[in-house]
Structure formats: structure tokens, C-alpha cells
């Protein structure tokens, strides 16, 4: 009996002793952590990426309308959001607001002479300019106007890894270039509310739809 459980006692001893290891055991244990983190640094990079492409869109659609001198209706609006889709590529809806403020010395406060959205994004409102926009629009001299572009792109991860469905938001804020004012519909006087008429049908309370 002492024999054996001599016997016993090297064969325990000498097998912590060893460092060989069965490499496929090891593998098949770190390999789905090792898929997993790779697909995750995946996605959250193509999320990045996506975010970085809908922002670059944005300063793009923003530009257009600040070199515009002429008019603009509710089609150019729409066909903007189109460049929108072209430029982010993206198989989900995406939505787009323009938006036209001025400075008012007396008031201190930036004013809103007309907004439109497009695909059932509601126009914004004079008391969400007072609320949450005033400390995002930069400072403006009297009277002075400004493009608000504002840009929303909905992104789903093809793979469930922990990142959940996200809309992704970009505004823009730009001066007009070559006009004192972007004008919609027609071009009226700088405190008179907003320049279109709601009760008009034109599309602006469309359902968001895939592109």
C-alpha cells in the first residue's frame, strides 16, 4: 500500500511538472473570444466610419444651400435629402430639416424665419431655437442670417454584437455666401415668421421611407 501511494505521489508530482500542452484544446477555448472581439472591432469601426460619412454628407448638402441665390421649394429640398442618400449610401431612411435663423440685437435671441423638414421630420419651432439651439448657433451680428442643416441617418449592425440600432444626427451651421438670406417660397422681410405656408400639402409629413 505504501509502495503505491509512493508511486502515486511521483506520478502527480511529475505530471505538474509538465509544460506540454494540447494546443487545439487551447484554441477551441479562446477561439469564439478571439471571433468575438474581431467582429467586434469590426462593427464599431464600420459604425465610426458611417458616422464620419453621414457628417462629411451633411457639410456637403450644407454648402449647396449656402451658395444658393435663387428661391428654393420644397422639390430641392427633397431632391437634397436624395443627395443625402447618394452620398451616405445607406440602405435605411435618412431625414433632413433646413432651417433659417437670424440674430435679433434687441432680443438677444436667434430668430427662426422659416424651416422645413423632409419625410415626417417636423419643421423646427421658434421655441426649440429658444430651448435647445441658441447655444449652438454661433454669435451673429445684427440681423445677420444662417443655414441650419440638420441631418439624421438610422444605422443597423448587420451582426447582434452588443451595439444596439442607432440614428446617427449631424447639424450644420453656415452663412450664406453670396445672398443676405436662403429664401423658401419667397423671400420676405427678416421678422415676419416663417416665409412658407403650413397649410400647404407639399410632402413634408410623408412617412420615412427606405432608399
Request: negative net charge; hydrophobic residues 40%.
Amino acid at each position: 500500500m505504501k509502495i503505491a501511494l509512493h508511486y502515486l505521489k511521483r506520478a502527480c508530482a511529475s505530471y505538474a511538472r509538465r509544460t506540454e500542452g494540447g494546443l487545439s484544446v487551447e484554441a477551441i477555448l479562446m477561439f469564439p473570444m478571439l471571433a468575438w472581439a474581431y467582429m467586434g472591432m469590426y462593427f464599431f469601426f464600420d459604425a465610426y466610419r458611417q458616422q464620419n460619412i453621414n457628417l462629411k454628407a451633411a457639410y456637403t448638402v450644407s454648402d449647396m444651400l449656402s451658395r444658393e441665390v435663387d428661391v428654393i421649394y420644397w422639390k430641392d429640398i427633397e431632391g437634397l435629402n436624395r443627395v443625402l442618400d447618394f452620398l451616405t449610401a445607406s440602405a435605411n431612411p435618412t431625414q433632413i430639416r433646413v432651417s433659417v435663423v437670424y440674430f435679433d440685437a434687441d432680443t438677444d435671441r436667434h430668430m427662426l424665419v422659416w424651416s422645413r423638414g423632409t419625410r415626417g421630420k417636423l419643421d423646427l419651432t421658434q421655441n426649440q431655437i429658444n430651448d435647445s439651439y441658441s447655444d449652438q448657433i454661433p454669435i451673429m451680428a445684427d440681423s445677420d442670417t444662417a443655414i441650419l442643416v440638420e441631418t439624421w441617418a438610422y444605422y443597423e449592425p448587420t451582426v447582434n454584437i452588443g451595439l444596439s440600432d442607432v440614428t446617427f444626427d449631424n447639424m450644420i451651421v453656415t452663412s450664406p455666401r453670396f445672398a443676405p438670406q436662403l429664401c423658401y417660397e419667397v423671400c420676405g422681410e427678416l421678422g415676419s415668421g416663417s416665409a412658407h405656408d403650413d397649410n400647404t400639402d407639399d410632402g413634408a409629413n410623408e412617412e420615412p421611407t427606405s432608399t
